[in-house]
């Protein structure tokens, strides 16, 4: 992937209209805490949800992959002690100006507390529009579906005139910093890192799949080809500093399994040779877990956790296994998880879980929503309404 500097001005400002009005949109209306989330289980301890510590080995993994403490069986009151709010904050709520026939899928928040939700129409590039933590509107740009808080402001991708940029944006949305990926012919996708910063994977033509690294400012701190042909991939930087890249089809580099995945230091150099990884589908998402590794999902099935710079897998601990169609998120500042429904899972999915990190089931919070996200900073996110554009959230309430 042929990375270039184009224009930066401080993560400048070219055609994304980055420092444009929030079109319809107005400051956010008050939530009382009284309205809302309803928590249950705040006492702490287990109710059953979690699985048997580990989960089963699935036929393939490896006998010991290293993998972190994903999950364990026994719940007692230490292992939850302040996971479950014991107040809510007062939320706020905002319609998001949308076009017509526009819809919201996605919300997030940087690690200040700012809250983003984009809208877009059909196969349009998302616009996402940025509030303050207590509903002040701050700005709006345009951007890629991965979005993604930093400790002040976001980063991510963006696809103009058939060329593809990363891009650093302030709390307001103004451009700070734009790197050009490739051109004609050339993709990349940026992934999360724990801490801040983005892994990029991506690459032109018939050429390599590269991987790139970028900090919390925007500033590009390595790059390496890690597979000699251009995959489908997908990837993070887990709490250890590794980053993880998975990748398919396996059988383009000489592998029987769909995807395949290897580990790569600081610097981005290869840590293990490509290995083996369990599912089918047409994609697989990956999610870090608390003190370093990862857990694999495809085809919506949590299939495999990964241990943090070892080559091998093994199954997911029975607490998330038992949730697919669920996004999971590290919280109370790595101690403790959120399972959040995705759309079309079977629970509601106006109620999120929380478990501790060793994955004794917490408790719950039932929201005024039908949909949540949960951002870097602990802020829990709500949407809802027939185009899922009125956003409401509950500013650093998982913090």
Known sequence: MRIAVAVSASLGVLSLGACAPVDTSADGVAVAPDAGPVWTGADGGSDGGAGAGGGPRPDGGAADAGAPDAGGAGGTASACEGIVPPQNPTGRSVRVARAPGGVCWNFTSDQQGTVAGESHAGDSTPRWQLWSADGKQSGACTADFGFFGQPAGFSGTVRESSSTFFLRWSPSCAEQKRMLLGGAGCRGHAFFAVGGGNLVLGGCGSGSLTAS??????????????????????????????AVVVAWPGNAIGFKSRFVGRWL????????????????????????????????????SWVAVLGSGEAGWRGPPGWLGSHPLHDVIAVRQGR??????????SAARDELE???????RCGAGKFQAEGLAVGVDGTVIGTSGD???T?????????
């Open 265 to 300: 230091d600081a610097s981005l150099r290869p840590s293990t040779d490509w290995f083996e990884l369990p599912g089918s589908g047409d994609s697989a998402f990956l999610r870090p877990l608390i003190g370093g590794g990862a857990a694999m999902q495809a085809s919506s």
């Open 387 to 389: 185009d899922g554009c």
């Open 213 to 242: 690294r970028f900090d919390r400012d925007g500033n590009l701190v390595a790059t390496q080809a890690v597979a000699d042909k251009l995959l489908d991939a997908a990837g993070l930087i887990d709490a250890q500093g590794r």
């Open 354 to 360: 929380l478990f501790s990190a060793s994955g004794d």
């Open 336 to 345: 403790g998880y959120a399972l959040v429904p995705k759309f079309g899972a």
């Open 391 to 399: 956003m409401t959230w509950w500013p650093g309430i998982l913090r």
